[in-house]
């Protein structure tokens, strides 16, 4: 953090995404805490510009994480494509606590309201069961193949 700690930027989350959503027309995000301990627990963004922008680039999606360090550890789930220019396009972002089946499918629940399935729409992602699970339960006639990246560095790793 730039200034104050951790708990005070947590804390300021949801005054921040009510200003992303009333400057960014069309943001969809879900923020949500548990209500025993009041912990974060998940949070997705798809800022307005980027979801209607999607039109606009390829239909090849890639989905990827990332785990977070420090004291609040965690997992940041992203979506990105590529526009027709050849750059990177952000589509949606998801933080959990932990990477479960649950979190991914709620993902790409919320994920379908902005991406609509189609045969011209495919997934790349790496080998995780949860993705896989996920993808076919939520996309039906989408595509899902594997990042070659992701494989190689398998193949390095284990032989």
Known sequence: MVRGTLEHGYSC???????IDAFNVGTTYFFMVNKNDCRYMYYFLALGPCIRGFSHTRKVITIDDTHLHGKYEGVLLSVIA????????????YVV??????YW?????????IVVDGSDLCFISNRNKS???SI????????HEYCMRHLGNNLQINH
Do not use: G, W
């Open 82 to 93: 590529q526009n027709t220019e050849n750059h990177i396009y952000p589509i949606a972002f």
């Open 13 to 19: 989350l949801k005054t921040f995404l009510y200003m």
């Open 136 to 143: 076919t339960r939520s996309y039906n006639h989408a595509c």
């Open 131 to 133: 993705i896989d699970n």
């Open 105 to 113: 499918m709620f993902f790409f629940e919320k994920l379908k309201s």
């Open 97 to 102: 606590d932990k990477e479960k089946d649950v």
